[in-house]
């Protein structure tokens, strides 16, 4: 059983940055793709970003390809995501995901565990 646990939501101005991290219980961390999902309202949940469990692939939607950046530190059993260049159709739930796979994928029903979600709202 994995629990994630993210923080570093919040509200923020049009191109500002914030940084989503994602804390995750167990002692196979590095065993464990991670993915960011994200849910506006009205709308269906979305990939993000995935990263592998040795961290050197990562994967990223077009929407977010070159503002968004996801790391992890297998040590401290967090993923992070590195938000710049923010806009206000950012503006969303966003989710960790972690998968009982080292390979990271864009699919939301290849993840076995999620958080309890973390608000980031991009005003104009």
């Known amino acids: 059983q994995v629990q994630l646990v993210e923080s570093g939501g919040g509200l923020v101005q049009t191109g500002g940055s914030l940084r989503l991290s994602c804390a995750a219980s167990g002692r196979t961390f590095s065993s464990n793709a991670m993915g960011w999902f994200r849910q506006a309202p009205g709308k269906e949940r979305e990939f993000v970003a995935a990263?592998?469990?040795?961290?050197?692939?990562?994967y990223y939607a077009d929407s977010v390809k070159g503002r968004f950046t996801i790391s992890r530190d297998n040590g401290k059993n967090t993923v992070y995501l590195q938000m710049n260049s923010l806009k206000p159709e950012d503006t969303a739930v966003y989710y960790c995901a972690a998968r009982t796979a080292r390979d990271g994928t864009r699919g939301a029903s290849s993840y076995d565990y999620w958080g309890q979600g973390t608000q980031v709202t991009v005003s104009l």
């Open positions: 990263i592998s469990g040795s961290g050197f692939i990562t």
